[in-house]
Nanobody, 122 residues
Framework: VQLQASGGGLVQAGGSLRLSCAAS????????MGWFRQAPGKERELVAA????????YYADSVKGRFTISRDNAKNTVYLQMNSLKPEDTAIYYC????????????????WGQGTQVTVSS
């Protein structure tokens, strides 16, 4: 599985961005998917995860109510809609694929995209 993330950029606090992650291969619908982020000097953090069918979702407390993860298995794409962005959301965002139904641990992910930078100005 190869993953290509896009959609990052510079946005003011309170603004919105939508990240996309396109996956290659025929097994996308059999992968749980997740979005992670890593800010300078900080550990990688799982932001959101979604199950194979999209019926189950997980969110980190820091983004609940502001971020929404979704997927379109027909397009082999997973999305992260980010609203009400805060400066502390600034990070490189990575998408990842897991063989698990839904994966809430970084070690459960097998494939990683290259990352897309999100910068939120105050």
């Amino acid at each position: 599985v190869q993953l290509q993330a896009s959609g990052g950029g510079l946005v003011q606090a309170g603004g919105s961005l939508r990240l996309s992650c396109a996956a290659s291969g025929r097994t996308f619908s059999s992968n749980g998917m997740g979005w992670f982020r890593q800010a300078p000097g900080k550990e990688r953090e799982l932001v959101a995860a979604i199950s194979r069918s999209g019926g189950s979702r997980y969110y980190a407390d820091s983004v609940k109510g502001r971020f929404t993860i979704s997927r379109d298995n027909a397009k082999n794409t997973v999305y992260l809609q980010m609203n009400s962005l805060k400066p502390e959301d600034t990070a490189i965002y990575y998408c990842a694929a897991s063989a698990h139904e839904i994966a809430t641990m970084g070690d459960w992910y097998d494939y990683w995209g290259q990352g897309t930078q999100v910068t939120v100005s105050s």
